[in-house]
């Protein structure tokens, strides 16, 4: 059985899981779960820095294919076993759909999650509430980028759901969540419409409510 490192609050854990969802896998018949990270230990055991050096999650073991790096993981799971063609193979909506991927890996995500982690994990005497803030400021301003994509689109790819909406729609869910739970240390959040529709499709026609995070916990 396919088996997943990971614990279910991690955002790069809950995209493994979504993409699983989308794909009809069910945890426990299809495959295994095991809690990993944080209070959970297990990722500096010998035996899982043998899957993962790195000692991070999520990492996947599929037969003799281990695999880390959340996104690398969505394209392998999409590519082997999208058996009801849930994701078009479409090579140009498969590129566009990497495209976004990229760029929320490489540039959207890395000034989110200097706020992120320094509102929920660092304590609050050791807070660059400066820093903080314009790290967030940041994201906003990229996430704009994005909203005027989706003015013409439904979706980042087009007009159908795709893998890359899932790292997408995890990072907005937690650009909201800081802003609904420390409003002022991260300064204001720009309205985005059409980022607000496409939240609510993916509400609506995919596996999202599975892995929504409703609300920060500080011991996640």
Known sequence: ???????????????????????????????????????????????????????????LEDGDVVLWESNTILRYLARKYDRSNRFSADINTQYQSEK??????GTMWPPLRVALLGLTRTPEADRNYPFIQKSYQEADSLLKLFDQQLSTQKYCAGDSFHIGDIPLA??????????QTFPEQTGPRTPLKNIDAWMKRLEENTQYKLVEEKALNIVK
């Open 170 to 179: 995890l990072c907005v869910n937690r650009w909201i969540l800081l802003n």
């Open 100 to 105: 976004w991927m990229d760029w929320q890996l």
């Open 1 to 59: 059985m396919m088996k997943l490192w990971g614990r279910k609050s991690s955002i790069n854990v809950q995209k493994i899981l979504w993409c699983l969802a989308e794909l009809g896998l069910a945890e426990g018949k299809d495959f295994e779960r095991i809690d990993a990270g944080l209070h959970f230990g297990q990722n500096r055991t010998p035996e899982f820095l043998k899957l993962n050096p790195n000692g991070l999650v999520p990492t």
